[in-house]
């Protein structure tokens, strides 16, 4: 297996990983952010659009290099 696509396995297998450790450092102090939200449905959207995102990120992984 191409070392890349062993990079993207390893990442993929810790997306929640990587969000959980996203959410629990970012700054909730601000009453107006989307953040401070208390909100259970709030947090799980926030929180499966940061997974999405770093699935999508992590692709860059699989694609061949045309240089």
């Known amino acids: 297996m191409h070392?890349?696509?062993d990079l993207y396995q390893f990442l993929l297998k810790r997306t929640k990983d990587l969000t959980e450790?996203?959410?629990e450092n970012l700054d909730?102090?601000?009453?107006?952010g989307i953040y401070a939200s208390t909100n259970p449905a709030v947090i799980t959207r926030v929180k499966d659009q940061n997974n999405e995102f770093h699935k999508h990120f992590i692709e860059i992984f699989t694609?061949?290099?045309n240089v």
Request: aromatic share 14%; proline share 7%; glycine share 0%.
């Open 63 to 65: 694609k061949e290099q």
């Open 28 to 32: 909730k102090n601000d009453p107006t």
């Open 3 to 5: 070392r890349n696509q």
């Open 21 to 23: 450790n996203w959410y």
